[in-house]
């Protein structure tokens, strides 16, 4: 039996090793992506894969300070 202390969150993937990441972007993905775009006066992205569309909402974070 493990302590609940002992638990480590799940590591965070690089978008480049996932198995679906060549699949199109999500729906939320795109989503936050046009929000995300908007704020950093930019036109937002399209035709993404999810790989693709997760890196470019984390420099979209960077950008306008939201997100981690």
Do not use: C, F
Not at 28 to 36: E, I, N, R, V
Not at 51 to 68: M, P, V
């Amino acid at each position: 039996m493990t302590d609940a202390g002992d638990v480590q969150p799940n590591p965070e993937k690089n978008p480049e090793d996932w198995v679906t990441g060549e699949e199109p972007m999500t729906g939320p993905q795109a989503s936050y992506l046009d929000t995300l775009a908007q704020e950093a006066g930019e036109q937002p992205p399209e035709h993404l894969t999810k790989a693709d569309a997760s890196k470019r909402i984390e420099a979209l974070q960077k950008k306008t300070g939201r997100g981690r």
